[in-house]
């Protein structure tokens, strides 16, 4: 039998951790199986551009567990979208994707493909099974699913989002320290999460477990309310700019300076309803996802709430490719091991799907199927301890749908 492997979409502190949790697990329990994992996702499946995963390869896959990023490269391609790979010289004009794809697994002599990505990954993957299995290919696709985000439908945990809430803490406990570096200073911690929120309450909440751990020293100007978040936006809430102003002018008073956690999708549909106003283009990329780097929320509200609260020095700070890019910590190792572990299992029976806990099926880890799985599953800002978090920070606890 052999297998190939693909990583692409953004990173997250799980992709090479999760290849080599498959080359160790093929080994154990099925050492004949070659392994080949194709360069930069469907880039190089597309291209033909492949690792042979040799014998000492075999032998240190446990290294990969130490690192962040993807030693097999990552690309954004869409395989339906064949303007955008004629654009790019990955198919010709008239040549059907899929069927490129295809034929390029079928002439590498591939039996199991393991894709490793989030939603656009894997609704690509099923995209592809689905084409496979439609024209008599009869090739095994199991997923496996990544994204910090955490927000694949219906899975309940995705791979490396845990660690990047972990490091996303670590990264506001640096650049909340410079609250003193002038007086009235606005620090904006903008987080990933183009249409959840998870990230950026779990990172929150993360933080805040410390900062309620934290010893202090007053006396001397060391303060946990100065080092304490004063906002959480996220896209599933509404933001009333003008009464968070005046709430948070009455910090900026009171403690002297104002930290905001802020997911990157919060505030987006009033940003893009202004660029359409003004007759701008929306930069959108190969999936028709709006390039939040180019419109820049974090600067958005920084430029609203400046000179409504007072702030004399205004910092916005992103950690996503600082959390994206970590090794796994100890939650995000097991799951990871549970899952690879399962989706070698599940290859080596002929059972195609995306690896995951069924959020609708009672937490069951399984293989489900593709067409059940699909993205932009929202944040459920209902959970009690998002509330309780929000009004211990003093902002009001939003109301939840009916």
């Given at each position: ?210 900062l309620t751990q934290a010893e202090w020293l007053p006396e001397i100007g060391l303060r946990q309310e100065a080092w304490d978040i004063h906002a959480v936006f996220v896209p599933e809430c509404q933001i009333d700019v003008d009464a968070e102003a005046s709430r948070l002018s009455a910090v900026m008073d009171g403690i002297g300076n104002v930290n905001i956690f802020l997911s990157e999708g919060a505030g987006v549909e009033t ?132």
């Open positions: 039998m052999k297998v190939a492997i693909l990583t692409a979409g953004g990173f997250a502190p799980c992709l090479s951790s999760a290849v080599g949790g498959l080359i160790q697990r093929y080994t154990e329990v099925s050492p004949g199986t070659e392994i080949i994992a194709y360069r930069h996702g469907y880039q190089g499946l597309l291209a033909g551009d492949h690792i042979e995963v040799t014998e000492p390869v075999r032998r240190n896959a446990h290294l990969l567990h130490q690192y962040g990023g993807s030693p097999i490269g990552n690309s954004r391609v869409k395989l339906t979208n064949a303007a955008n790979l004629v654009e790019r010289g990955l198919v010709n004009e008239g040549e059907d994707p899929l069927q490129k794809a295809a034929e390029r697994l079928e002439a590498d002599g591939v039996d199991v493909l393991h894709t490793i990505g989030g939603d656009d990954t894997n609704t690509t993957a099923a995209d592809l099974a689905a084409y496979l299995a439609d024209n008599g290919y009869g090739l095994t696709v199991v997923g496996l699913p990544k994204t910090i985000d955490n927000d694949i439908i219906p899975i309940k945990q995705s791979l490396g989002a845990d660690t990047a809430a972990e490091m996303a803490a670590g990264f506001a406990r640096n650049i909340f320290a410079e609250h003193n570096s002038a007086s009235h200073t606005l620090i904006i911690h903008e987080v990933m999460g183009r249409h959840c929120g998870w990230l950026t309450a779990a990172a929150a909440a993360k933080y805040r477990a410390w940003i893009l309803h202004e660029m359409t106003e003004r007759g701008e283009e929306i930069p959108r990329d190969a999936f028709g996802h709006v390039k939040l780097d180019q419109i820049n929320p974090g600067a958005w509200f920084a430029r609203q709430f400046a000179s409504m609260i007072g702030a004399e020095k205004v910092m916005v700070q992103k950690s996503g490719y600082y959390s994206r890019s970590a090794a796994p910590n100890a939650f995000d190792l097991a799951l990871i091991k549970s899952m690879t572990d399962l989706a070698v299992e599940c290859a080596l029976g002929g059972v195609s799907g995306v690896i995951g806990h069924d959020e609708q099926d009672h937490d069951v880890l399984k293989a489900i199927a593709f067409d059940r799985i699909a993205g932009g599953k929202p944040f459920d800002i209902g959970q009690d301890w998002f509330r309780h978090m929000l009004e211990e920070i003093g902002q009001p606890v939003p109301l939840t749908a009916e």
